[in-house]
């Protein structure tokens, strides 16, 4: 008889997908509880008892550049297998892509991911099989990594004391950007330095209470780049993440 088990998440979480698509493969039943009242992200996930049965409780991100470091190691591997352990997909594939979905659908651009042609094949490869598609649905590839990069390059000195995700919203000539930045200290760190002025006057700034539930929907939209985004009225287009 296959396993079964309740899986505590939020929608869209590629972690949980991991579990999802090996279920797949294993006839595995999982129960998704990802929901209020049954999960609520930023809540049931902080309290005594979900940290004690999971005690990380948290999801993390990882840099740009590491990612064609990561890329070209696969790359080489997967120049002569069809999958990264042998000749079927195992636990290793599975996790791996789901570790690369967001970047495939959010910043590997054709020209960003057109050296890693191996990786490129293999990625392809396992997001078209019925498993996979069961849980992930069709996955649209990046067409257009998102233009903070000028922006982002002057604030370079920045990195230590600053974390943000920023979303470009809407379509060309119907556009908008946003975003959730985190500093040390309690003030914008902007007026410092003239390079880091250049852009910052141009939008509208404004300091989130912690402890608000407004604060709480929009730390995850901007960190998970999924939800609804009422504040903003357009649709999700591309974004980026500066740390």
């Known amino acids: 008889m296959a396993a079964a088990g309740t899986l505590y998440t939020y929608p869209e979480n590629w972690r949980a997908f991991k579990a999802l698509i090996a279920a797949q493969y294993s006839g595995a039943k999982i129960k998704v509880l990802s929901t209020p009242p049954q999960f609520h992200f930023g809540q049931t996930n902080k309290t005594p008892e979900f940290l004690k049965k999971f005690p990380v409780g948290k999801a993390t991100e990882y840099a740009k550049e590491e990612v064609k470091r990561v890329l070209g190691i696969l790359d080489s591997h997967l120049k002569t297998q069809t999958f990264l352990v042998g000749e079927r997909i195992t636990l290793a594939d599975i ?8 970047l495939y659908k959010q910043v590997l651009e054709p020209s960003f991911r057109q050296p890693y042609s191996n990786t490129n094949r293999w990625f392809v490869t396992c997001i078209n099989q019925p498993q996979f598609k069961a849980v992930l649905g069709e996955v649209k590839l990046c067409e257009k990594m998102a233009q903070f990069d000028g922006m982002f390059q002057r604030l370079d000195k920045l990195r230590k004391n600053a974390f943000s995700s920023v979303i470009l919203f809407g379509t060309n000539n119907d556009s ?11 003030e914008l ?3 410092l330095s003239p390079d880091w002025q ?22 995850k939209e901007y960190f998970t780049w999924e939800g609804e985004f009422k504040h903003v009225g357009k649709a999700f287009n591309q974004g980026k993440i500066f740390k």
């Not at 908008?176 to 040390?184: A, D, H, L, N, Y």
């Not at 250049?198 to 730390?219: H, I, N, P, Q």
């Open 198 to 219: 250049v852009d910052y006057e141009s939008y509208t700034w404004r300091k989130l209470d912690a402890d608000s539930e407004e604060c709480k929907t929009l730390v």
């Open 189 to 191: 760190a902007f007026p």
């Open 176 to 186: 908008t950007i946003s975003g959730i930045w985190v500093f040390r200290g309690q």
């Open 95 to 102: 996790t791996v892509v789901c570790t690369l979905l967001w």
